[in-house]
């Protein structure tokens, strides 16, 4: 089987949903991982991503309560916060002189607060837009976004273009989960469907917004699941080509609902590949350190991945669930990450184009 889909691979043939799932079952990780590192090599040549950003959450509060969540938290709950938007700014203020000056893009993302408008979160764009012009925010994620359409009774497109006009520059690819419904409604049951969440990030690149997509795996889901998660995206770039990366989450176990175990290593560089191989329309893969580890992370780059993404700063989601990794990585640690990978490391702006 793995013969007859390589050769497929090597023919430029697109690999069908059984080849897919005959990948995600193999346990010869060698042969599916030189494969993927091929295709990478293709798009993308010895090259390995990464970017000078920082990570901002609003607020935890968040009325979803996904059972994977270990950030969330009801409001008045122990460990909850919410941040006003001078303390946001202040955040991108006291970064040390070495971020401060290649800052290229802002990750913001938060739970679904009951009270706040839709109008705080246009405000906190346009404030952060005003103090530093050239950075791009890439924030909210397609469930907050449904949210803004519901609080501010406007549709999805509309609530799209009134923040981009307030500096809204990309979408970053979280919520995603697993499409399937019978997964997510067991995960999940408050978040917005799979349906839902492609049919916002196919108004997004509509309106001309770059989007990522994620996927998290390692908890209660099938090979199965994860290959018609990555088929509805395939599906969906085919039409729109507004995905600019892939993100395998790795679930991590620690203080949530559904408990479980840690990931291993071998279905983490596995996913990367498979990811690699099956989406052949999506133009990058990122290994994300904060989830995978560092270490991980960079072996990834010789499994398929081509971006690390970045120096990250803070990070609440995964450290609340026991990530093991630091929080962030500076500039001259990603380097030496790709560096001794073998790849030549490539700091980008938010868009993939070299940082310049
Ligand atoms: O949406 C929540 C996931 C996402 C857990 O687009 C968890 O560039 C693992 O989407 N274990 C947020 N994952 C992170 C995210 C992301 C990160 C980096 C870059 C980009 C990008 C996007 O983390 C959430 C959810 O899917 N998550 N809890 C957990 N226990
Ligand atoms: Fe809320 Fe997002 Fe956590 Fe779900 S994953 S509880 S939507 S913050």
């Excluded at 938007?85 to 290229?104: A, H, P």
Aim: a neutral charge; aromatic letters at 8%; glycine letters at 8%.
């Amino acid at each position: 089987m793995l013969r007859m889909i390589s050769d497929k691979v090597f023919s430029g043939k697109r690999l069908t949903y059984e080849d897919a799932s005959a990948l995600f079952r193999s346990d010869d990780l060698f042969t599916i991982g030189r494969l993927a590192s091929n295709v990478a090599a293709k798009k993308n040549g010895d090259k390995a991503y990464f970017v000078v950003n920082r990570h901002i959450n609003p607020t935890n509060i968040c009325i979803n309560r996904c059972k994977f969540c270990a950030f969330s938290r009801s409001m008045g709950e122990e460990g909850a916060f919410e941040l006003t938007i001078d303390e946001i700014l202040e955040k991108l203020r006291t970064l040390n002189s070495e971020l401060r000056t290649s800052l290229r893009e802002v990750h913001i993302v938060g739970g679904l607060h009951p009270e706040w408008p839709f109008d705080y979160y246009r405000a906190l764009l346009s404030a952060i837009k005003k103090a530093y012009p050239s950075l791009t925010i890439k924030a909210f994620t397609a469930v907050e976004i449904d949210y803004f359409s519901k609080l501010s009774g406007l549709p999805v497109g509309e609530v799209l273009v009134r923040l981009k006009d307030c500096g809204l520059g990309a979408m970053p690819g979280g919520g995603a989960e697993v499409f399937a419904e019978k997964v997510r409604n067991k995960l999940c049951p408050e978040k917005i469907s799979g349906k839902r969440w492609l049919e916002i990030h196919e108004t997004a690149h509509r309106c001309g917004l770059p989007t990522n997509a994620t996927m998290l795996y390692g908890h209660i889901e099938g090979p199965d699941d994860r290959v018609d998660h990555l088929l509805r995206l395939r599906e969906l770039q085919d039409r729109t080509g507004g995905f600019q990366a892939f993100i395998p989450l790795a679930y991590h176990p620690r203080n949530t609902d559904i408990g479980g175990a840690y990931t291993s290593g071998i279905d983490d560089l596995r996913t990367i590949a498979v990811s690699r191989l099956v989406l052949d329309n999506i133009p990058h893969i990122k290994a994300y350190w904060i989830m995978l580890g560092e270490k991980i992370a960079q072996l990834s780059l010789l499994f398929g991945a081509d971006d690390l993404d970045g120096t990250v700063v803070e990070e609440k989601i995964t450290h609340s669930a026991g990530a093991m990794s630091s929080e962030g990585l500076t500039k001259k640690e990603l380097v030496t990450l790709i560096e001794r990978a073998g790849k030549v490391p490539v700091e980008r702006d938010a868009f993939y184009n070299p940082a310049g």
